[in-house]
């Protein structure tokens, strides 16, 4: 498995900390955000992230600022993306498997390293259900490009 990773400003250290937990867990990962000083805004490592995810290159992407608003709201903006913005790991889970969410974000300034983890993880373990999601899931994709629903 391949994932992207960003963050900006409030989150470098942290950044770094959830890298070597995916990569403890085998997983190859893609640092769109280089470690400048200061890094990159948040728009510029959403899209980034974004981009990849959406082209396939990666399977999914792991974004963190401050609040995790920014980065789900720049990722969310490319088409293809499923950004959540989580805080605990229920949503993170629920996030994929009801609603197949290929980025996940949080904020660095508001979750623990260690509930970070456990987020991550909680997404990454789960799957997409498929089933009953896919017609609602699909109807987002509609919205994206520029379709009408209901
Ligand atoms: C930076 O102050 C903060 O606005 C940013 O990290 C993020 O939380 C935005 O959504």
Same mark, same amino acid.
């Given at each position: ?79 293809? *993306?499923? #950004?959540? +913005?989580?805080? =605990?790991?229920?949503?993170? &889970? ?8 290929? @980025? !996940? ?14 987020? *991550?993880? #909680?997404? +990454?373990?789960? =799957?997409?259900?498929?089933? &009953? ?8 994709? @509609? !919205? ?7």
């Amino acid at each position: 498995m391949k994932l992207a990773i960003g963050n900006d400003h409030t989150t470098p250290e942290m950044k770094e900390q959830i890298k070597s937990h995916l990569e403890a867990r085998g997983i190859e990962v893609i640092d769109v955000s280089p470690n400048t000083s200061p890094p990159p805004p948040y728009p510029v490592s959403g899209y980034k992230a974004g981009k990849l995810v959406a082209e396939g290159s990666v399977d999914g992407g792991v974004l963190l600022c401050g609040t995790g608003v920014g980065m789900s709201l720049a990722a969310n903006k490319i088409k293809g *993306v499923r #950004a959540c +913005l989580c805080s =605990e790991p229920f949503t993170a &889970r629920l996030s994929k498997q009801h609603n197949n969410a290929n @980025v !996940i974000t949080f904020g660095g300034r508001v979750v623990g390293l260690e509930m970070a983890k456990t987020i *991550v993880d #909680a997404w +990454l373990d789960a =799957e997409y259900e498929g089933g &009953r999601h896919i017609e609602r899931v699909d109807m987002i994709t @509609v !919205i994206e490009n520029g379709g009408v629903v209901g």
